[in-house]
Each structure stands twice: as structure tokens, then as C-alpha cells.
């Protein structure tokens, strides 16, 4: 079929087998350009492996460290006249790419929340890898069936204490105008969020995995938080999603509790604002993210997630003498680059001055609008989107 971008707000229905291959080409050719990560991971777990920062995690362990990787996701298969998700589509791609150069990868794609994927995965460790040395955990769902209550949590995006109001982008049309968001009306909206996007999870996997005797000896774990500028503040650090990522941050320490006994550590990592599936829906943050572009793109320090989380791994998790670096409350900054000084004044000015009509001018609106359309496979010079394509592609390796 002919396979066109089709736009519903911040959601895109469709996307490009072709187009999805050549973003995972790119990124794995950005990973081999970066040479290999010295004492890398060899065997990893990826939990939220097929798109955004999970995926460029298990494409930074397979390229840039020849790691075995196991990726977990929820996403959705082609059938005729029905395009897959991207995410399905970057995991056909990316397993064709590893098994091409010898690696192995296999996929699991199921609901991470619940019981019988973690059994599934452990499974899958027993028989093909015996261990793993690495489990990145890079989940971003709106909702999770909680495994040992059977209560369906929603999480919101919402301020806490007061309503906030400020701009907004509207990215497809570059309409600039004002939001106002309501306060949660009660604490269960929190507690909701947090059962989602906390720590709770990440905590029931290591648990698991660890019971199971198939986390090796320094086994390293990773999950990803944000924290962003102040006038994100309201809507994000300090509202809802925010208090997930305190619960999130605050698993650290039991979590290295359980992992004591196999030499083990867990970090938070907090990483860049970038365009992604999950941060398109947050208010306010697409407005940001192309004012943040357009500063760092021109200071010449943009980073994509592929480039970050390279980083991550070369310069922060798996360094010559092996030290980690941390900020003072324990975390992995990866986000330093976007939150330097200049870069955030300059960011502050643009954002005071931005209308509808000088958008285009003093933002990277279009760097954004091409980011998320790669997302799903579109605007790729080298794929010709008017030919037919076969929409029906598997994941070689699915369990
Ligand atoms: P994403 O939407 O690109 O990726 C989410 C992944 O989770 C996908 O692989 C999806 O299949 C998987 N997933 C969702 N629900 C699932 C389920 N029930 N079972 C199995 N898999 C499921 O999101 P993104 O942006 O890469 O987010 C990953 C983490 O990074 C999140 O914790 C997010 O808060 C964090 N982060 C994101 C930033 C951003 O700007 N996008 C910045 C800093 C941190
Ligand atoms: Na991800």
C-alpha cells in the first residue's frame, strides 16, 4: 500500500516500514561512527525497547558494545491494508540490522506491567542468555493494570496546588496560544500517576529478575527521569508526572538494596527534552523543545536520542575507571548540555518573544515538525513515500 502520514493532534495513525528502517540505519551508523564503548554491556534487557530513548538504548548496547539484547514492548503488528506502529516497524528494523551483523536479538511484545510478560522474559533469559548484565527500564505509558491488585491506574498530566496557564504550541499548525490547566482535583490523581510512571515497576522487574538468579554479577540498571526548566515547572517537575519521577528517582535505593547481594547498582538518569511519542502530549513542552532546538543547534551541542543516550553510555555508564558521575542527589545528568546557563537564558528571552508570527523565525518549530514525523517513519529523503510498500513486515525474533 501507499502509506501517507495521517495526523490526529499530537498521535500519528500511520507509519513507514521503509522510512522507520532508515531512522534505525541512521542511528545504528551514528553508534558505529561514536567506535566501541570500552567495558560496554554484553548482555541487556530493554524494557520499552522500540522507541524513543529505549530504543536508541538497545541500539547503542547492540552497535556500540556487541551486547545480546532482549527487548520488551507494547506495540502493534501489520496486517494487510493496516500499517504496524512504528515501534513495530523499528523493531523489524532492528533486529534485521543485528542479526545481519551477527548479534542476537530477540523480542517479547506484551504489557511490561504485568505478571506473565516478566515470567515470558525471564524465561527467555534462561534459555538463550543465562544472564544479563544490563536492564535499561524506559516504560512511558498512559495507563497500567497494576499486576497484584488488578486496579486500571490512568495517569494525568496536570499541576498540583494551583492552575497554570501559559503558552502553547499547536507544532502541526504553529499556532502560539495561551493553556490554562487545572489543578488535580484530588490526591488519587497523583497516586495514579505515580502507580504508572514511579518506580514501583521497575522495582516488581529487578525483584524478578533477581529471583530468578538471571541478573549477573554487577549487573547495572538504568531508568530515565527529566527535570527541565522552571517555566516547565508547573506542568511538569512539580505537577503529577513530577511526583512519578520523585517516586521514580526515590526506587534508586531499594532497588540497590536488592541488588547487594549480586554486586549490583541501579541509577536514574536524567536526560534531555526531546521530541518523542510520550512528550508530544505533555502541554507546553513542544513550545520548549523548538526553542531549546534552535538554541543548542546553534551553539552547535544539539543532541537527538540516539546522541544521548551514546553518551550515557560511553561517558557515563561505562566509563575507563569505571566512575560514575552524579549530581547531588545521586543522579546521572545527561541533560547538562540543556540545562547550562546560556543555554537556558537564551531559551527564557525566546520564549517571552514567542507569537504565532515570528515562530518560525526564533524557534525550530520545522526541526521539530521533522523530528516527530522520523518518528513514525516520514521525511526521509532516501524513501519514496508515492511507491507502493509492502506493510506487512514481521519482527524475525518475536516471542
Ligand atoms: P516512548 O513513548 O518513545 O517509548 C515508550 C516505550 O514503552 C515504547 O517502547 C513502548 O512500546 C513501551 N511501552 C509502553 N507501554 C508499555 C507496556 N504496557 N508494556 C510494554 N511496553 C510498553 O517514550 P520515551 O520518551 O522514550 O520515554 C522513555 C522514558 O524516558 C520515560 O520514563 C520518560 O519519562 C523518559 N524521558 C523522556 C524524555 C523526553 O523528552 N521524551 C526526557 C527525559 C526522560
Ligand atoms: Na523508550
Redesign the pocket.
Known sequence: MIIQPRVRGFICLTSHPEGTAQHIKNQIEYVKSKGKIANGPKKVLV?????????ASRISAAFGSDAATIG????KPAAPGKPGTA?WYNSAAFENEAHAAGLYAKSIN????SDE?KAKTIELIKQDLGQVDLVVY????PR?THPKTGVAHASVLKPIGQPFTDKTVDFHSGVVSDISINPVESDEDIANTVAV?GGEDWKFWIEELKAAGVLADGVKTV????IGPELTYPIYRNGTIGRAKDDLEGTVPVINDILKDVNGISYVS?????V????SAIPVVPLYISLLYKVMKEKGIHEG?IEQIQRLFAERLYTADGQVALDEKGRIRVDDLEMREDIQAEVAKLWEQATTENLEEISDIAGYRNDFFNLFGFNFPEVNYEADTNEVVNVPSIE
Do not use: H, P, W
Not at 524494557?47 to 530504543?55: D, H, P
Not at 531508568?223 to 527529566?226: D, E, K, L, N, T
Open positions: 524494557i520499552g525497547a522500540s522507541t524513543g530513548f529505549g530504543l520488551v514492548f507494547f506495540e515501534g506484551g504489557d511490561a506491567f510478560v524506559s516504560l512511558a505509558s497500567r510512571m531508568a530515565y527521569s527529566y536524567v536526560n534531555k527534552a526531546l518523542t511519542q510520550s512528550s536520542t
